[in-house]
């Protein structure tokens, strides 16, 4: 499905915290073990958002004292019978629940009656110490502001969408003469016409591999191809028709693009009887040679459609949802359908109440799910849901379309959602066995170095640099659940008072930046943490933090804790490599204890050495990302008031950064935008004689 660019305004956020969820598991996950990335943005409930005054229960001065429904029953007579959104808080602040209604008076009456169907409901009326309140003009407004406000707001007691990665698209760009085919991910901000969702990134490279040889469109950047002055490795294995060196005249590249769209819009069938045709009539005139560039179009179209998996005959365009719940988990599966090929799935945990039914779950969850990310004309779903017409209004309304959700009976709708069923069925038993195993794990841990809990939150920090150059320190963050990779975080060395190679003073100024940070943001003591764990993330704080060294690393460690007075706070520990640095014969250091090892088959052992080893990859990961960007700086990149628009006219102009610095001023004002007083300044920075 093609989806327009779009770009939104920032949505105000209002109390209560938001922090990212679970990015991946220590274990096989069920999606590509990418780095997280930034969510799209943009939603059809942002504009609703914009400019809305909330009513409250009135000022600081006269809000209501005390929690519960008391305070709902005084706050009842002053709500309109209007459709709208309501938001519960606590004495602090904290948003509790976020809600929609046909009438805010009549729905927040049952609230203030005191008698509730479940556990969940009562808890939450018990804690609300305040109200807010939006009128929206109609109650599919206040549906979409209701799904973008809990993604936002997150709060706690809400069915909560975990979704930290975007979904990756194929983009045919539209701003360039010569037109590029590209994997994006994030907001759809570039002109052109955006393909997907993919499930997968690996899904989004096989198809532009196959387009490639199909359509023969380029995929290099735009700077790549107008620098060029003959055609790269592509073209020679036609996978390329090299439009940046005139290989192919503009009007017959533009054919292609116009093609390749047609082709990832729907019209897969009409682009191969095109080819098919003219394979044929290149055969009859003997132009042998023409034939075989049609017949390969047609074998690598014949690929894309191949390896989607299951396609659907009768299913042109549709998204399929099946829950299953079990061990108080729920697994949402989602099947991605589009011309009538499978282009992936994705299986999501949403966190929810455990006395909540599928139908509930999945109606919560679906309307989060399309708040920002393009819907099809066609939603399949394993369950009925709440205003399941009220939800295919919205996403009509959204979407510009007219939008069907259904639950299938029979054929071969009931089949692909029967399909999905069963791979929800298997990722949520995955996914409890994968949890079962880091428990007793996290247990171990505890036992074996003898801490009072087992660590519901890990921290393992490491160096890397190359003789002192480009150093990074790096921390990863595991839990329960496994590694939690929107946690990690990198930290470029900036301190010039540490001597090149100095380890210790690395760690040291990680440490300092690390905790510092922390304590501004979250204090110390028994509420340091907050309510976190209740809404379902990570701590703040570590229950262990892990060091890749030995002895002096530890004193390092220890001095910075007990200068910042939270020596107590957190249990630290150190991983030496052991003799001959084999893994398996590693020392570990911690205060109280002397240095001691493991047993070499110790599963407590592997657990450690696997979270060393990730510390390990994404601290030179980083290292090398630092040291490539180092390479290749450009040194116009150093001088004040050079920014892209003129470096891309001097090197234009001169065509390299080199030339530039030995360039005289008359040559630096021949160039276009580069007035006397900068090209002497330029002059200036590569002359130091001449200051």
């Known amino acids: 499905m093609s989806v327009p660019a779009a770009k939104n305004p920032p949505i105000p956020r209002r109390s209560g915290r938001a922090t990212d969820d679970v990015a991946g598991f220590m274990a096989n996950s069920e999606t590509e073990d990418d780095e997280a990335e930034d969510l799209e943005s943009g939603s059809a409930a942002t504009d609703l958002l914009a400019g809305m005054d909330w009513s409250g229960a009135g000022s600081p001065d006269d809000q209501p004292a005390g929690t519960g429904a008391e305070v709902i029953q005084r706050i009842v007579a002053r709500l309109p019978n209007a459709p709208g959104v309501y938001r519960m808080m606590n004495?602090?602040?904290?948003v509790l629940y976020v809600g929609k209604a046909r009438s805010l008076k009549k729905r927040v009456t049952n609230y203030a009656q005191g008698r509730f169907h479940t556990n969940r409901i009562g808890r939450m009326v018990r804690e609300t110490a305040n109200m807010e309140f939006v009128v929206t003009r109609t109650e599919t407004e206040a549906l979409?502001?209701?799904a973008n406000l809990i993604k936002r707001l997150r709060p706690r007691f809400n069915v909560l969408l975990r979704d930290d990665k975007s979904f990756p698209y194929i983009l045919l760009t539209g701003d360039h003469p010569a037109p590029g085919i590209f994997k994006h991910r994030g907001a759809r901000s570039r002109n052109g016409d955006y393909f997907g969702p993919f499930a997968s990134a690996g899904a989004v490279g096989r198809t532009i591999n196959s387009l490639q040889r199909a359509f023969l469109l380029r995929t290099c950047t735009d700077s790549v191809f107008e620098s060029r002055t003959r055609p790269c490795l592509l073209f020679q294995i036609k996978r390329c028709s090299g439009p940046c060196t005139g290989e192919v005249s503009p009007g017959e590249y533009m054919e292609l693009v116009s093609e390749a769209r047609d082709f990832l819009s729907g019209k897969s069938n009409r682009i191969k009887a095109q080819i098919s045709s003219a394979m044929q009539e290149a055969s009859e005139e003997l132009d042998f040679e023409r034939a075989a560039i049609?017949?390969?179009?047609l074998a690598a179209l014949s690929h894309v459609q191949s390896h989607q998996g299951i396609n659907p005959q009768s299913v042109e365009e549709a998204?399929?949802?099946?829950?299953?719940?079990?061990?108080?988990?729920?697994?949402?599966e989602v099947f991605f359908f589009r011309t009538g090929q499978n282009w992936g799935n994705r299986a999501y945990f949403p966190k929810a109440d455990s006395a909540l039914e599928a139908g509930e779950v999945l109606g919560a969850f679906l309307a989060q799910f399309y708040d920002d990310k393009p819907c099809p004309r066609l939603i399949l779903l394993?369950?009925?849901?709440?205003?399941?017409?009220?939800?295919?209004?919205?996403?009509?309304?959204?979407a510009g379309v007219k939008v069907s959700v259904s639950v299938p009976r029979r054929g071969e709708k009931k089949d692909l959602v029967d399909h999905a069923t069963q791979n929800a069925r298997e990722a949520l038993g995955r996914r409890l066995a994968e949890t079962s195993s880091q428990a007793r794990l996290l247990e171990g841990l505890a036992a074996t170095f003898g801490l009072e809990r087992a660590p519901r939150r890990i921290e393992v920090y490491d160096n890397s640099h190359i003789m002192g150059t480009n150093a990074v320190g790096a921390m990863i963050v595991a839990g329960p659940e496994g590694f939690i990779k929107n946690q990690y975080r990198k930290f470029n060395i900036r301190s010039q008072e540490i001597t090149p190679g100095d380890d210790f003073g690395m760690m040291r100024e990680v440490m300092q930046r690390r905790f510092s940070r922390l304590i501004k943001e979250h204090g110390t003591g028994p509420d340091k943490n907050g309510d976190s764990e209740e809404r379902g993330d990570p701590p703040a704080w570590p229950d262990l933090i892990l060091i890749d060294g030995g002895q002096g690393q530890m004193t390092a460690v220890r001095t910075i804790l007990g200068e910042l007075g939270i020596a107590d706070e957190v249990t630290a520990i150190g991983i030496a490599k052991g003799v001959d640095r084999d893994a398996g014969r590693e020392r570990f250091f911690m205060q109280g204890r002397e240095p001691f090892s493991l047993p070499v088959r110790d599963p407590v052992l592997y657990f450690i050495q696997r979270l060393r080893d990730e510390a390990h990859?994404?601290?030179?990961?980083?290292?090398?990302?630092?040291?490539?960007?180092e390479m290749t700086r450009n040194p116009l990149d150093e001088i004040s008031g050079i920014g892209p628009t003129r470096k891309r006219a001097l090197l234009h102009h001169f065509g390299t950064a080199k030339a530039v610095s030995r360039a005289a001023v008359e040559d630096l004002l021949a160039v276009d935008g580069i007035s006397e007083s900068i090209a002497r300044m330029i002059y200036n920075h590569f002359h130091e004689s001449a200051r």
């Open 144 to 146: 979409l502001l209701e």
């Open 91 to 94: 004495a602090a602040g904290d």
């Open 319 to 332: 998204d399929v949802f099946a829950i299953h719940q079990e061990g108080g988990q729920n697994c949402i």
């Open 617 to 629: 990859r994404f601290a030179i990961g980083s290292h090398r990302a630092r040291r490539k960007k």
């Open 294 to 297: 049609y017949r390969d179009r």
């Open 382 to 398: 394993s369950h009925e849901v709440e205003d399941q017409t009220l939800l295919a209004e919205a996403l009509s309304t959204r």
